[in-house]
């Protein structure tokens, strides 16, 4: 039940209560529940007459690694096997779409919601994702890059059909026990950074491991696209977001302004 890299230490070990087999089969079973609770959704669209009008979307919010990337049973990196997740769309009737269709474009969460509104004939308005719908017609891929942000530690990922650039902060964290994990010891300090390359063409393991020369222009080309788009979000936040929570209030304005202006030069 810890949030633990790599490994648990002696000290808090409990003899081997569950063996991997037994993890796996705990998540065989979720997965034949979820399945189970599908059919019945199913079942009632179908008897209430609105299977034919009804889109269905099916999307998974992470992945579940038995320790490809250093944990089991738990999110927290930004690895492949944590980010590749199922999306399966099965649109009402009177979409000219071909059934069975298997597609593996970069796609991201922020793009369900457009692709839903598109299903149900909106126009989406603007939003930071993209429909989907034109990929089920043999169209030209929207997206050519996707970003994922951290649940267990602070940091970011970038990807494209090719690499996935990964740069966290392990130590950013106020769980003691996920930093010594990370680092085998409590840091002070500055934390450091954990970057990593992944090229999914000459390394297909779903974990994040260095896998022969970095490419450099690859590296700095998907770091730039990075900060433009944390940039883009801070900008946003600055003018949507103005208390936070965890401040003090009379430091609230001052965060979340990028520029530094007062509550008075920035206006209503």
Request: hydrophobic fraction near 35%; proline fraction near 8%.
């Amino acid at each position: 039940a810890d949030h633990l890299f790599f490994a648990v230490p002696r000290a808090r070990w409990g003899g081997g209560v569950r063996s991997l087999g037994e993890y796996e089969a705990q998540y065989d079973g979720a997965i034949r529940r979820l399945d189970q609770d599908l059919g019945w959704l199913l079942t009632r669209l179908q008897q209430q007459g609105r299977s034919e009008s009804t889109s269905i979307v099916v999307v998974g919010s992470y992945g579940l690694g038995f320790g490809e990337s250093g944990l089991i049973l738990d999110h927290g990196t930004l690895s492949d096997v944590d980010l590749h997740v199922p999306l399966i769309v099965r649109p009402a009737a009177g979409h000219a779409f071909t059934p069975g269709m298997r597609i593996s474009d970069m796609a991201s969460l922020l793009d369900v919601a457009p692709t839903v509104l598109d299903l149900a004939g909106f126009d989406p308005p603007s939003m930071h994702g993209l429909p989907l719908t034109g990929l089920f017609r043999g169209e030209k891929p929207p997206r050519t890059y996707a970003l994922s942000s951290c649940g267990l530690r602070e940091g970011f990922v970038i990807r494209d059909e090719r690499y996935c650039y990964e740069e966290t902060w392990p130590g950013d964290t106020p769980n003691a026990t996920l930093v010594a994990s990370w680092y085998g010891e409590l840091i002070e300090g500055p934390a450091r950074p954990a970057v990593v390359l992944h090229d999914r063409w000459t390394d297909p393991h779903p974990g994040h491991r260095p896998a022969g020369e970095v490419s450099v222009p690859a590296a700095q080309r998907l770091r730039a696209e990075m900060e433009l788009w944390i940039a883009e979000v801070e900008r946003l936040r600055a003018d949507y977001q103005t208390l936070n929570l965890f401040a003090d209030l009379e430091d609230a304005d001052r965060e979340f302004d990028p520029v530094g202006r007062t509550p008075q030069e920035r206006g209503p």
